[in-house]
């Protein structure tokens, strides 16, 4: 019964120790990958932030565009307002005649 108690608790030390090795191999892996999912938080946030600021760059180049069409539907604009009031002016003078 000795033999038979001694296996037994070899076994069993055997088993706990197999178990322990597991354990540190998992413990392991599992810091190496929250590492990486900082890592990998860091990285998204940085594109994050350079989305943003790549958003507000084409927001701001499209007000710019916008203003500056903007002007130039206002000279045109002008060039025909200028245009209909000189042909009234010259309307005007023929009806004086």
Sequence with gaps: MNDTSSNIIE???????TLVLM???VRQENDHLKAQVAE????LKDKDN????LEERYTRLKLAK???SGEL???????KVNRIVREIDRC???LNK
Aim: hydrophobic content about 45%.
């Design 66 to 68: 916008a203003l500056k």
């Design 50 to 53: 350079a989305c943003a600021e």
């Design 40 to 43: 990998l938080e860091a990285k």
């Design 92 to 94: 005007i003078a023929l």
């Design 73 to 79: 539907d206002m000279h045109e604009a002008k060039i």
């Design 11 to 17: 076994n069993i030390k055997h088993k706990v120790q």
């Design 23 to 25: 354990y540190e191999k």
